[in-house]
Nanobody
Framework: QLQASGGGLVQPGGSLSLSCVAS????????MGWYRQRPGKQRELVAT???????NYAHSVKGRFTISRDNAKNTVYLHMNSLTPEDTAVYYC???????????WGQGTLVTVSS
């Protein structure tokens, strides 16, 4: 129901964009976002955006990452700049159902920042 794409290998200082489209039974979405799980760490918030455009960023990515959303396409994007090895993680997209509050998770896409 959530299909993410765009992960891969990038050099430090580089950029990468992720996208995620929600489909199927998720018809009325309140918020979409991205979380990540770095090696040996717990899953953490990266950024979220509501239908109304309210955006929340983790402190560690503020100023480097940009989240955006196309409500008509039920798609959320994450553009990542100035990547560092600390950004290496599996990135998961999420969608919060506006009708029941359930949160759906995508399958995860791996981002590796390495020279």
């Amino acid at each position: 129901q959530l299909q993410a794409s765009g992960g891969g290998l990038v050099q430090p200082g580089g950029s990468l964009s992720l996208s995620c489209v929600a489909s199927g039974s998720i018809s009325d979405i309140f918020a979409m976002g991205w979380y990540r799980q770095r090696p040996g760490k717990q899953r953490e918030l990266v950024a979220t955006v509501t239908t109304g455009g309210y955006i929340n960023y983790a402190h560690s990515v503020k100023g480097r990452f940009t989240i955006s959303r196309d409500n008509a396409k039920n798609t959320v994007y994450l553009h990542m700049n100035s990547l560092t090895p600390e950004d290496t993680a599996v990135y998961y997209c999420t969608a919060e159902d506006a009708t029941n509050g359930d949160t759906y998770w995508g399958q995860g896409t791996l981002v590796t920042v390495s020279s």
